[in-house]
């Protein structure tokens, strides 16, 4: 995946947390993940391993292109 983004092809949210389990994104940041400035995404990219742990939740592997 792209260094602009955490997306790894994982979509779906937690209910407990509202993140998702993918990325560690919350539905907000990923709707306007293409409005913010490259710093404002760098940011939230910079504090999603620990937000993720801080939830729990287990960082999953990027799951393989079908085509």
Known sequence: MSKETPCIAVCMMDPRTKLCFGCGRTLPEIARWHKMERAERL??????AARMAEAG??????QPERG
């Open 57 to 62: 939740l287990a960082p999953m592997t990027p």
């Open 43 to 48: 940011a939230v990219m910079e504090g999603l």
